[in-house]
């Protein structure tokens, strides 16, 4: 049974940084890409970050571009998003995504990914 399980969220100031997590069991985890999704109350899915199965591309929304940081450790089964300079925009549940086939140029695409996570949240106060 594959279960993504994230971690690290929370409340933070404005400026302010966290770190989350999203520790994988159950599937072979190198074979996946991964990526961080966001969802606000009221609003869709929003793509944040993917990372290739190797970690050799990396791709971001252009609103955390400069102040998120996705990483992985093959490992130890987890991908990590390092979250600096907070917004309150940025307030959101936090869901990590693990995609066995997706095309490359489809990351941002929700649909395109296998198994989900149940999602943390963030919450970043003014």
């Known amino acids: 049974q594959v279960q993504l399980v994230e971690s690290g969220g929370g409340l933070v100031q404005a400026g302010g940084s966290l770190r989350l997590s999203c520790a994988a069991s159950g599937l072979t985890f190198s074979s996946y890409a991964m990526a961080w999704f966001r969802q606000a109350p009221g609003n869709e899915r929003e793509f944040v970050s993917a990372?290739?199965?190797?970690?050799?591309?990396?791709y971001y929304a252009d609103s955390v571009k400069g102040r998120f940081t996705i990483s992985r450790d093959n490992a130890k089964n987890t991908v990590y998003l390092q979250m600096n300079s907070l917004k309150p925009e940025d307030t959101a549940v936090y869901y990590c995504?693990?995609?066995?086939?997706?095309?490359?140029?489809?990351?941002?695409?929700?649909?395109?990914?296998?198994?989900w996570g149940q999602g943390t949240q963030v919450t970043v106060s003014s």
């Open positions: 990372i290739s199965r190797s970690g050799s591309s990396i």
């Open positions: 995504a693990a995609g066995g086939r997706l095309p490359w140029s489809s990351t941002y695409i929700p649909t395109q990914y296998d198994y």
